[in-house]
């Protein structure tokens, strides 16, 4: 079973727009970790934001913000006023507590803003 | 800033051909990993390690084997190259804690013909 979706391959979101990228995981873990990579052409993988599963308040890093709902298994990443620069593969990643530090990732949501 | 480096971005190789793909950081991390990159796929990993000489399998192992000789530098080895390996592959390094993300390197686009 997948461990992580992203249900949006594709989305376009108009310039200094915010626009939400979902994720949603499966876990029977109570202590894990929740990351958002953003890939660009170039493709490296760039770390953007990430969360604990006990950490009470959502993450945030810049215009990057991301919306844990603990009971829903969802860690959408909200990216505010976006910009053309922003247009990349996006990638949500999970690691379990007993994963050996190994990331899941999800198939990711290629992002595209429009000027 | 922590870098990691791979030896090629790109890479065209013969079927059946031995391949290494090396990856070197420079951070002192303990672990590192070697994923591959497929189109509606994500990244799965391959191998990864978390000390010298040490390694597990990943998710896609077959077909891959790996060396860790010293804490800095990770090896890919494809034993005979087939035309399914055709791929982006990316290495990764991170410390060990729950919250420590991982760094990754540039990527080597592979293609075997």
């Known amino acids: 079973a997948q461990k992580i979706t992203q249900t949006q391959p594709g989305m376009f979101v108009q310039e200094k727009e915010a626009v939400t990228l979902d994720c949603t995981y499966d876990t029977s873990d109570q202590s894990y970790g929740l990351f958002w990579y953003k890939q660009p052409s170039s493709g490296e993988m760039i770390f953007l934001i990430y969360q604990g599963s006990y950490d009470e308040q959502n993450a945030t890093e810049g215009r990057y913000s991301l919306n844990f709902q603990k009971a829903r298994k969802s860690a959408n990443l909200v990216i505010s006023a976006s910009q053309l620069g922003d247009s990349a593969m996006y990638f949500c990643?999970?690691?379990?507590?007993?994963?050996?530090?190994?990331?899941?990732f999800g198939s990711g949501t290629r992002l595209l803003v429009r000027p | 800033d922590v870098k990691v480096t791979q030896s090629s971005r790109y890479l065209v190789k013969r079927t059946g051909e031995k391949v290494f793909l090396e990856c070197v950081q420079d951070m002192d991390h303990e672990n590192m990993f070697w994923y591959r990159q497929d189109p509606g796929l994500g990244l799965r990993l391959i191998y990864f390690?978390?000390?010298?000489?040490?390694?597990e399998k990943g998710d896609i192992p077959e077909g891959y084997s790996v060396s860790r000789e010293k804490k800095e530098r990770f090896s890919l080895i494809l034993e005979s190259a087939s035309t399914n390996q055709t791929s982006m592959y990316l290495c990764?390094?991170?410390?060990?804690?729950?919250?420590?993300?991982?760094?990754f390197g540039p990527g080597t686009r592979l293609t075997v013909t």
């Open positions: 990643a999970m690691r379990e507590q007993d994963s050996s530090y190994k990331l899941i």
């Open positions: 990764a390094s991170s410390l060990t804690g729950s919250g420590d993300e991982q760094y």
């Open positions: 390690s978390y000390d010298v000489k040490m390694k």
